[in-house]
């Protein structure tokens, strides 16, 4: 999403008349926005006040995809077991790629015969 396309989603959706170039500012830290405009934009970028000021979250100053944004939402709506679960074996699939012990086919093999994931 381009500065412009977040003032015109927060003008249009929201009556924030945030422009591109006020956008910027905030961006260079030229100038502070109000609670009223971090609401909008936090709104029209579907994340938090908290993580739009860099306080929250590992995704600080990059673009969600819309899919990575959608699986947020759905993992989200699931049981708390089933996000820890989900998050232990992306946390050791992370561990294993990065010292390359692990390939997408160990990993489905893993899931297929129901192993334990370890911590």
Known sequence: ?????????????YGNP???S???QYEKGLTTPTVENLMAMARALEV??????GNSGTFVGRSLSPD???LAK???ALPKQAQETIVRC???THRMSKKRIITASDLVQAILADTTIPR
């Open 18 to 20: 945030a422009t591109h």
């Open 90 to 92: 992306m946390s050791w």
């Open 22 to 24: 006020t956008i910027s």
């Open 74 to 76: 759905e993992f989200d």
């Open 1 to 13: 999403m381009t500065q412009t396309d977040l003032g015109e989603v927060c003008r249009d959706r």
């Open 68 to 70: 990575a944004i959608r």
């Open 48 to 53: 938090s006040i908290d993580w739009l000021l």
